[in-house]
């Protein structure tokens, strides 16, 4: 499967910001679908991950509540919609797919396609 983010940008704290994966090559109904981002000079993190079938969802610690994911099966896309932006939320997010159902695994390597990445900016 291949993936393609989109929707990053420069934004103030307190804005809001929908990002996108789109994936092309295999229905994401075979995928547990998942976002991570990497800001300078640390490791990539996870932030929040989809199942299917069942929809489940599962977040980093403390982010629930100002991100939220989801799946569009029939466009076969994810979305991640971010409020109440912060500087911390600065990085370059990434979408990821896993043949391995649940929102548990948490780790890059867990993941097998990747998409390329898309910078948000939080700052005034």
């Known amino acids: 499967v291949q993936l393609v983010e989109a929707g990053g940008g420069l934004v103030h704290p307190g804005d809001s910001l929908s990002l996108s994966c789109t994936a092309s090559g295999d229905y994401i109904t075979s995928y547990t679908m998942a976002w991570f981002r990497q800001a300078p000079g640390k490791e990539r993190e996870f932030v929040a991950a989809?199942?299917?079938?069942?929809?489940?969802?599962g977040y980093q610690d403390g982010l629930q509540g100002r991100f939220a994911i989801s799946r569009n099966n029939g466009e076969n896309t994810v979305h991640l919609q971010m409020g109440d932006l912060k500087p911390e939320d600065t990085a370059v997010y990434y979408c990821a797919a896993s043949s391995r159902w649940g929102t548990n695994q948490r780790t890059p390597s867990e993941y097998h396609s990747w998409g390329q990445g898309t910078q948000v900016t939080v700052s005034s």
């Open positions: 989809t199942t299917w079938p069942g929809g489940s969802v």
